[in-house]
């Protein structure tokens, strides 16, 4: 039985392409040069992890695949008649940083595996899996942050942003996460993004019913 969630395809490299010349486009910050190299470099699987173990985007290459897709999603909302009629308002390097690097967290904390089950004949098949082991349990958004700020400086508006793209879903404190999305309008369109991008973009269900 095969599987091919470790298997690399030319998608993956495109993406890569992708992300890497948004990246060298759009943030042109000090310090910005030197985190896209530590993304390239052997020191981070960045461009190969999953964006989960067994949820959204669980394959090689799904964090990337997710990043754009929250970028896309956060361009395409803050374009929207809505997000003008509010006044949201945000420069093109703020966007880019907030949803390509939401998820630096999730960075070598997923380990290849494997599990056996039964196929629908109850023959045991090998499959392989993606096994969560994080050596800097340091939180989620607010890993992100940490792991972003050696390399460059963010806005005050895009460090919390990046912490509470969660929103609800997070174990946090549901009276931060509102004064959060209050105080900082670009929190509230993250986590939009993120979801749309998590439940809909990335959605097996969704993608058939495209079909």
Not at 48 to 58: D, G, M, N, Q, V
Not at 107 to 113: D, I
Request: proline content about 2%; hydrophobic content about 35%; aromatic content about 14%.
């Amino acid at each position: 039985m095969e599987n091919n969630l470790f298997n690399d395809n030319a998608g993956v490299k495109d993406n890569k392409a992708r992300f890497i010349e948004i990246f060298k486009t759009k943030i042109t910050r000090e310090g910005a040069d030197k985190l896209l190299q530590f993304l390239l470099s052997p020191h981070s699987d960045f461009f190969t992890a999953p964006a989960s173990s067994r949820f959204h985007s669980s394959y090689e290459g799904g964090l990337l695949d997710h990043s754009l897709n929250v970028y896309d999603c956060l361009v395409a909302y803050m374009n929207s008649d809505k997000a003008k009629e509010l006044g949201f308002e945000y420069s093109d390097e703020t966007l880019a940083i907030v949803a390509l690097l939401h998820d630096l967290c999730k960075v070598n904390v997923y380990k290849k595996g494997f599990r056996n089950v039964k196929d629908e004949k109850g023959v045991w098949q090998r499959v392989d899996t993606f096994e969560y082991d994080d050596q800097l349990p340091y939180g989620h958004g607010e890993k992100s942050v940490y792991m972003i700020s050696p390399y460059m400086m963010l806005k005050r508006e895009e460090a919390f942003a990046i912490r509470y793209h969660m929103g609800y879903s997070s174990t946090e404190d549901q009276r931060n996460i509102s004064a959060a999305f209050e105080m900082f309008p670009l929190a509230f369109a993250l986590h939009v993004a993120d979801s749309e991008a998590t439940y809909y973009v990335e959605s097996d269900k969704y993608k058939q019913v495209k079909k």
